[in-house]
């Protein structure tokens, strides 16, 4: 039953039976979760398996129940099948987090060449500490969203002005009398449709448009000239990740993206630059081997979707129990 992340309530219509008492029967004796649960007393604050370490790992956090978030250890080369858990740990503080690792010998954690992570400043150090020998390596994707945030965030701040001063002239057509014509674009978006429906367009890269957001995208940058700087800069940004073969050229063009955001008047972008500046050194790790951390969100999205399953997380413990014995 192990074998696959499904949940009892699944086989009834399947197998005619009833799934909350199947999943009681294999709690409580066809599994061995009883025994389990008297020879784990600190399972549900934290669980290390050290034969799962590599030499590839990722490190990242994901919620189990109530946003409660735990941080998870994961081995690369286990493509998020079996092998692939090498440590789950309640809560993010690296102190919290660098105690329970500790019960990985220090031979093992020495043995990790690689770990990928993102820009949280607790998972540097709880990699620095538990993985000294480990070349660190921040997610592109979380350095390419941020810069989708911040042109997200000029998007919502205009789309909330065009609302304003759409309610202003309607209160005028009400207070004189006269009818108001909200203007009506080519494509048929008023200001603020125009605003709302653009947002999926801006995460795209243009060669990606359809022929209706080509339109659009023509349109919202003639109004908000902001706006196409912004996307720009976020999407020379990807270029440097997609399009760059070697890590000295792309420390270069990330020097040029550094003096473009400098020459605009963007302060969220700004501040992502001396972000940036200050990780510098960990992004380019990219280049080494072009290592990300999809490996570890993939594996989230699998806890995720088997949370789902289950409707909810309600024993921990348990829920803990079946990842151990369908990942660990």
Not at 8 to 21: C, I, M, N, R, T
Not at 155 to 160: A, L, P, S
Not at 182 to 207: C, H, I, M, W
Not at 239 to 259: C, E, I, N, Q
Request: hydrophobic residues 35%; glycine residues 2%.
């Amino acid at each position: 039953m192990d074998k696959y992340p499904i949940s009892a309530s699944s086989l009834e219509k399947f197998y005619y039976v009833d799934g909350h008492q199947l999943e009681r029967q294999y709690k409580d004796h066809l599994s061995d979760y009883c025994s389990w649960d008297l020879d784990n007393p600190a399972a549900e604050q934290w669980m290390v398996f050290p034969e799962n370490v590599g030499p590839r790992m990722s490190i990242d956090e994901t919620s189990l129940s109530d946003g409660e978030l735990y941080t998870v250890l994961t081995n690369k080369d286990a493509h998020g099948r079996k092998g692939a858990l090498a440590a789950i740990i309640l809560g993010t503080k690296a102190e919290t987090v660098e105690d329970a690792l500790d019960h990985i010998p220090e031979e093992v954690r020495s043995t990790v060449e690689e770990i990928t992570l993102d820009l949280s400043s607790s998972m540097r150090h709880i990699v620095r500490m538990e993985f000294p020998k480990a070349s660190k390596v921040i997610d592109r994707f979380h350095v390419q969203k941020l810069a989708c945030e911040a042109i997200q965030e000029m998007r919502i701040k205009h789309r909330w002005k065009a609302l304003d001063d759409d309610h202003e002239r309607r209160l005028w057509e009400k207070t004189t009398g006269e009818q108001y014509q909200p203007e009506v674009f080519e494509n048929g978006d008023t200001r603020p449709q125009l605003l709302a429906r653009s947002r999926y367009l801006l995460f795209k890269s243009a060669d990606n448009w359809t022929e209706s957001q080509r339109l659009r995208a023509k349109i919202l940058f003639e109004q908000y000239p902001d706006l196409k700087e912004a996307y720009w800069l976020t999407h020379n940004l990807r270029l440097v990740f997609s399009k760059t073969p070697r890590r000295s050229l792309a420390a270069t063009k990330l020097a040029h993206w550094y003096l473009a955001v400098e020459n605009s008047n963007f302060s969220s972008f700004k501040s992502i630059a001396a972000t940036f500046r200050d990780h510098e050194k960990e992004i380019l790790n990219f280049f080494d081997n072009r290592s990300t951390n999809a490996s570890a969100e993939s594996f989230n999205a699998k806890i995720k979707n088997f949370r789902a399953q289950l409707r909810g997380v309600t024993d921990v413990k348990y829920f803990l129990f079946r990842l151990q014995n369908i990942y660990a």
